[in-house]
């Protein structure tokens, strides 16, 4: 008996308070006589009150009156008696006043845990739809701010594409130019860094701060740390910065956030709060009561936000291992029109597929899994036959954002030389020609 | 009607009703993850963090995560070496340990409770800072069961909280060891009828949570709350009373405590008393004050703010069971330090106790110095009639209102009696305020963790341990130990290296090793946790193989404690290499030779006086029995001669 059929069976829905009524064998007791025994065998009716909560297989789940949830194992004996229907949910209503002299963010949302509320009748956490809704989530935001929060997309950071990225450019670069102080763009962690780079490259003359905002806790959680994240983003709102950036936790507590730029972002770990770090050059700066910068950064501009979001979709980013065939890789090539690759150390991939790039009519750049450090391909023959063959040192670009500029460029110029020269310089900070010790 | 029965009945009268809530350590790694369950005296470093109370979407916050919000505190958790990822709060859970589950399903079983189909984790939203993520993670295993005639509403399966080191600076400092640990929660109906009764279900759950063997043992690893209810009262949680003994005891004094509240409130609705939510600042009054604490606190840019509370005078401060106290505890709850009320200040007209002059809380400071003149601007300021108690506290200004505000709230519901709430136990076994009564809002599936299936065929697969009473009489009767005996080597613990050695060795002696010879050498505070089961096997085994007698167990085993060696050396050692029968013969024909006299004089009869004296030469060399026989053969041959 499946929990779905029985749930049609007797007329009730998830919501519903209900009774479950099941025989069951309880009580087989081993030959050891306990004094507090009943009865050696007993068939026995179990009997659950509870809201029914969304079931599957042969298991009833029900949230009993106690707060917890139990799975209750049906048969074709099974009975559902409906106590009371569910009741319809009651809206939140909230006032939401504006703030004169305070600024005005623009929130846009794409998804992912962050911005997000718990049903604590199924437990489903859904995406705060309206400013109304995150207001409730993070109350201080509308205390000190004036929020307008659209929901742009709601998918999971994993499934974020490129034509994502150029609608939430286009989408930015509109609410900049209707009078937003800053952008908070709350997104999936996982894929969080690409998007950055992809906005950095695409928007032009920000008149503010666009800022991706994540969290690795989900909201849900008292320990979340998306308001602290969410808050340490809105106080950019106040200050003079108009780049891409990511703000999220600097350390493992609760105490600052740090301000890393958008092509020089990465996930470094699947699950800590301070995941996220700024690779090939320190943060920008720091957030906790203050702000504190590190570095240059590019100013607010005056005028006009612009777009451009011309990309070529079809570029690949292969992250290269021993033994890597060529045929793998040339179907790479053939298929694509233009290719990164995550090479090893300074730069390298086997020399069995040097043959293939020399012959390839794509652009392919040249990256490290390293992550940390520049590609420099004239130290070992390989690299020097890979640079013969025709690769682009993608200097001290992340992988991602080597694959992401690359997308970028080819939307540009076809034009290989035009290419080969964009890919090299730096264009809105992914690249520096030289990098500190820390 | 005799005593027990009138005892009954005046508890049926009060309406008395009381649950039991028990936690005990499961002796595995921890719950969602695999470091070890044990606490530790050193941590590696700190971290910091805040929590935030979460909103279900109807908008209504848990009663219990607002409060603790309130008191807007931060906490350090202290990292130590049994602690990883997961405790912080920076990796998801790992799945549920097998053997954490296993226990329960072992418990429910044998308590004849419903086992669910399906187990599910839930969040349990605890904000106090205990736990790292904000929510207890705890699943309900099974409803329905029975202890004689107590009803065990619900076992479950949770977390350990962390553990609360100290608070300092606006922050609660908590240790991680415990954090994690799987605990068993047992929760029975509220059934259970004298407080007397109370203790003996608890009892009855330790034995047979120890019986499983699956059970951590020591000081800690249990915990038992209360929950206590009498009519006109409310349903009182008290949590974490220290031992079993103390329970009737902590249930008596919730009686009174409920009893003096529905008084109060009787009294109040007799005055028709009013709280109004005036806050006044009054700190004018005191710009010249000599009270030390007020004075600090106002160098220190504090206020002394001070409400009103109609109709309380002389309810506040009077009686073992102190309104004032109540109002302390709350007070103490939301971070503040303490508070002065109208019934312990100087010359105000119901005082009683201004004698004492004593801060009403913690906080003993007998030298305070609130002049009558003081109180007297108060009242004016305050508009105060002769029935009206006020209560001041000196804190800085948001913090002062916050306490204040948490008082007047308090105190509206003593208009209304006794307010459902969570106390904890005191070592005195009286309770203090904690927090209000957790709403049902509290728990949402925890999605980290997939539900775990209980198929019917892993319930029958496990075995009932043998409870103790059963294990008593069956060591009795195969045995032959006293009944003393097999209950002690039960109780603490012995049975199963009892029944291992008895395999082997003579019951009586492997019995008196436990409860005799180990206890006496740790009077002598000999560190006897060293004892091992392999170094009482060597000792056995020498004993079976006559290489001392029984009466030296306890020096050999003195020996190789102390000097650290094995049993061979420790019978050279202690001197009381065993003698064989010959030598043993030798020396009693040496002793009856100089007794000759005596021997002849006395026949068989000088037996018993000679036994003494061959045994100071002889014990633990040699068996007692063989030395009695040789003794009793030669003395015969010596009279027959």
Request: aromatic share 6%; with cysteine; proline share 3%.
């Amino acid at each position: 008996m499946r929990a779905e059929v029985l749930i049609k069976k007797f007329k009730a829905e998830y919501g519903d308070e209900i009774e479950l009524l099941t025989e069951k064998n309880y009580t087989k007791l081993s030959n050891i006589e306990f004094q507090h025994k009943i009865s050696t065998e007993k068939l026995s009716v179990a009997e659950f009150t509870g809201v029914l909560m969304p079931s599957h297989n042969d298991i009833i789940t029900l949230k009993l009156k106690n707060g917890y949830n139990i799975g209750v194992k049906i048969d074709e004996k099974t009975k559902i008696v409906v106590v009371k229907k569910k009741e319809k949910k009651i809206g939140m209503l909230r006032n939401i006043k504006h703030l004169k002299g305070k600024p005005v963010i623009s929130l846009i949302s794409t998804g992912g845990t962050i911005a997000s509320y718990v049903d604590y009748r199924t437990g489903a956490v859904h995406p705060a739809l309206t400013a109304e809704e995150l207001a409730f989530s993070v109350p201080e935001l509308t205390e000190k701010y004036n929020v307008k929060a659209k929901v742009l997309f709601s998918i999971l950071s994993e499934d974020m594409k490129s034509e994502y990225w150029r609608k939430l450019a286009k989408e930015t670069a509109s609410e900049l130019n209707s009078g937003a102080d800053a952008i908070i763009i709350p997104h999936g962690t996982d894929t969080m860094g690409y998007t950055s780079a992809a906005l950095s490259f695409m928007l032009k003359n920000l008149t503010g701060p666009v800022i991706l905002v994540g969290s690795q806790r989900s909201s849900d959680r008292p320990s979340s740390d998306a308001s602290m994240n969410l808050l340490s983003a809105a106080s950019l709102s106040e200050s003079d910065i108009g780049e891409v950036v990511a703000v999220m936790h600097g350390e493992t507590s609760d105490t600052y956030s740090l301000i890393h730029r958008g092509t020089r972002v990465r996930k470094m770990h699947s699950s800590r709060r301070d995941a996220f770090k700024s690779i090939n050059e320190k943060p920008i700066g720091k957030i906790d009561e203050n702000i504190t910068f590190f570095q240059d950064y590019r100013k607010r501009n005056k005028g006009k936000t612009e777009v451009n979001d011309k990309i070529e979709e079809k570029v690949a980013l292969i992250y290269f291992y021993p033994g890597l065939t060529p045929e793998f890789f040339d179907y790479a090539v053939k298929n694509n029109k233009g290719l990164v690759i995550a090479g090893t150390g300074l730069g390298h991939v086997s020399s069995d597929l040097i043959e293939i790039i020399r012959n390839a009519k794509i652009p392919i750049v040249m990256s490290s899994q390293c992550l940390n450090g520049r590609v420099n391909m004239n130290v070992y023959s390989t690299g020097r036959d890979l640079l013969n063959a025709g690769a682009i040192p993608g200097e001290d670009m992340l992988p991602e954002t080597a694959f992401v500029k690359l997308m970028y460029v080819l939307g540009q110029t076809k034009k290989m030389e035009e290419i080969r020269k964009m890919m090299t310089e730096n264009m809105v900070g992914e690249i520096s020609s030289r990098t500190a010790i820390d | 009607m005799n005593k027990e029965e009138l005892k009954l009945n005046k508890y049926e009268k009060l309406g008395l009703k009381i649950g039991l809530e028990i936690h005990q350590q499961l002796d595995s790694s921890k719950l969602f993850c695999e470091c070890p369950s044990k606490l530790v005296d050193e941590y590696d470093y700190e971290i910091v963090r805040g929590l935030r109370p979460t909103q279900s979407e109807l908008g209504d916050v848990d009663r219990a995560a607002v409060e603790e919000a309130q008191k807007k505190l931060r906490f350090k958790y202290q990292v130590t070496e049994n602690n990883c990822l997961v405790e912080t709060d920076e990796e998801p859970p790992h799945e549920p340990n097998k053997n954490a589950v296993n226990a329960v399903l072992m418990f429910s079983k044998m308590v004849n409770a419903k086992i669910v189909d399906e187990i599910y984790f839930m969040r349990k939203i605890v904000i106090d800072g205990s736990n790292t993520s904000g929510f207890q993670r705890t699943a309900l295993i099974a409803v329905d069961g029975k202890i004689d005639d107590v009803k065990i509403q619900t076992v479950c399966l949770e977390e350990d909280a962390a553990r609360k080191i100290s608070e300092e600076n606006g922050f609660v400092v908590y240790r991680l060891d415990r954090l994690g640990i799987p605990l068993i929660e047992i929760a029975t109906a509220p059934d259970i009828k004298t407080p007397e009764q109370a203790k003996e279900v608890a009892e009855k759950i330790g034995t047979m949570l120890r019986a499983t063997k699956k059970v951590k043992r020591g000081i800690g690893t249990i915990r038992q709350d209360l929950n206590v209810s009498i009519k006109d009262g409310a349903r009182v949680e008290i949590k974490g009373v220290q031992d079993l003994k103390s329970i009737p005891d902590v249930v008596e004094k919730e009686i009174s405590r409920q009893l003096r509240l529905i008084e109060i409130k009787n009294k109040l609705n007799e005055r028709k008393a009013k709280i109004s939510h005036e806050i006044f600042d009054i700190t004018m009054i005191f710009e010249k004050t000599e009270c030390k604490i007020i004075k600090t606190m106002l160098e220190k840019n504090g206020k002394v703010l001070g409400i009103k509370l109609n109709g309380l005078s002389g309810l506040l401060g009077d009686g073992e069971n102190r309104f004032g106290k109540e109002l302390a505890g709350r007070v103490k709850a939301a971070g503040l330090k303490g508070l002065f009320h109208s019934d312990e200040l100087p010359n105000f007209p119901a005082s009683k106790t201004h004698k004492s002059m004593q801060l009403v809380n913690w906080e003993v400071c007998p030298n305070y110095g609130i002049t009558e003149n003081e109180v007297e601007e108060i009242r004016k300021n305050m508009k105060l009639d002769v029935n009206d108690a006020f209560v001041i506290v000196v804190e800085k200004d948001n913090i002062a209102r916050n306490g204040l505000n948490i008082i007047l709230s308090r105190a509206e519901e003593c208009i209304k009696g006794v307010p459902e709430e969570v106390r904890r136990a005191l070592p005195d076994n009286t309770t203090e305020y904690m927090r209000p009564m957790p709403g049902a809002a509290r728990m949402y599936p925890e999605t980290d963790i997939p539900p775990v299936r209980v198929k019917k065929e892993e319930i029958d697969k496990i075995k009932l341990p043998e409870l103790f009473d059963e294990k008593i009489k069956r060591f009795v009767e195969a045995y032959k130990i006293s009944f003393e005996s097999a209950k002690q080597l039960v109780a603490q613990g012995y049975d199963e290296m009892f029944e291992g050695f008895v395999k082997k060795y003579e019951p009586k002696i492997v019995s008196r090793v436990f409860l005799n010879i180990i206890p006496e050498i740790e009077k002598e505070e000999k560190d006897v946790s060293r004892i091992d089961e392999k170094m009482l096997d060597e000792v056995f085994n020498a004993l079976k193989n006559g290489r001392f007698a029984k009466e030296g167990l306890t020096a050999v085993l003195c020996s190789m404690l102390t000097s650290n060696i094995g049993v061979e050396e420790a019978i050279k050692n202690t001197g009381l290499g065993g003698l064989s029968e010959k030598e043993v013969e030798s020396v009693i024909e040496k002793i009856l030779e100089e007794k000759k006299e005596f021997v002849k004089e006395k026949g068989k009869n000088a037996f018993a006086p000679l036994m003494g004296l061959v045994m100071k030469k002889l014990r633990g060399k040699a068996d007692g029995k063989i030395i009695s026989s040789i003794l009793k053969r030669k003395i015969k041959e010596m009279v027959s001669e």
